[in-house]
């Protein structure tokens, strides 16, 4: 694997050196992001650094920027500050189980969101709001939800199975013969 330079303009984080193991996790072009800036000088915080691909990072910062910041405007009438997530790159199988696919964490394009801060310090939990569909947090996570389904090729939460009620699993991975395929639960 090679080290590439990774360009994202008004995204914190630190270029790392690629992931390589010898039972197929890693990746190049690894970057640990901390924060996403907005137009406004503002910054969107992750809790810690998230360990992904420039490309996939590309993604995440599009999603944050176009979709979340608006919908928890409309929805929320304020800001979201922080996202609540792991950490991105995890060498694992799918569902964690022992055996079958590599889960597309790692492959460092992948990132579960539990939940968003929010400019008043409100936290918005995918578990606890995601069954109150009428309430303003409930639409709201239904619209980033729905977002993320144009912007990633999968989208697990609440709704897909038991291992995603308490998140959302967005990720890049390619499905299908030509890629093409999208899951969106």
Known sequence: ???????????????????????????????????VGLKSGDEISFPGPVMITCEFARVVADWIRQDVLPAARNELGM??????????????????????KLS???????VDVSGFRLANGDVISVMKDWPEPE??????????????????????????DPNHEAHFHLDTGCHGKDCTYLICQ
């Open 1 to 35: 694997m090679t080290e590439q330079i990774c360009n994202l303009p008004s995204v914190t984080f630190v270029q790392r050196v690629p992931i390589e193991t010898d039972n197929g996790c890693g990746f190049e072009n690894v970057v640990a992001v901390t924060k």
């Open 104 to 110: 597309e964490h790692a492959l460092g394009k992948a």
């Open 135 to 160: 309430t303003a947090p409930g639409k709201f996570l239904r619209a980033v939800h729905a977002a993320a389904c144009k912007r990633f090729t999968t989208v697990l939460g609440p709704d897909a």
């Open 79 to 100: 800001d979201v500050t922080g996202l609540l997530t792991g950490p991105g790159y995890q060498c694992r199988r799918r569902d964690n189980l022992p055996d079958g």
